[in-house]
Nanobody, 124 residues
């Protein structure tokens, strides 16, 4: 099993930056890819950014490019999401996730391992 624990959420103002962390532990050798997703009230869970775990190469949906950056440390025990110029529409619960499946996709259903989520609230 893979365990994921997010941290770093909170309440910020429009235009602020925030960095989320995700501690990765357990049987990490099975991980093929990881990702950050978010879910706002009444909306479906959507991808923010994904990463090929071993290489560190990233894939980001066009709608998220420019303000969101996924990364990890060299020990592969922590993953990050840097969020810049936050807007009220970015308010959501943010989740980190991991998959052992190939190919790496943006679909939440392809990810078997999930953290508990961390709330990000952006006020104007």
């Amino acid at each position: 099993q893979v365990q994921l624990v997010e941290s770093g959420g909170g309440s910020v103002q429009t235009g602020d930056s925030l960095r989320l962390s995700c501690a990765v532990s357990g049987r990490t050798s099975v991980i093929y890819g990881t990702g950050w997703f978010r879910q706002a009230p009444g909306k479906e869970r959507e991808p923010v950014a994904t990463m090929y775990w071993n290489s560190g190469n990233t894939r980001t949906p066009d709608s998220m490019k420019g303000r969101f950056t996924i990364s990890r440390d060299n020990t592969k025990t922590t993953m990050y999401l840097q969020m810049n110029n936050l807007q009220p529409e970015d308010t959501a619960v943010y989740y980190c996730a991991a998959t052992r499946n190939y190919p790496l996709t943006y679909g939440p259903g392809d990810y078997a391992y999930w953290g508990q989520g961390t709330q990000v609230t952006v006020s104007s």
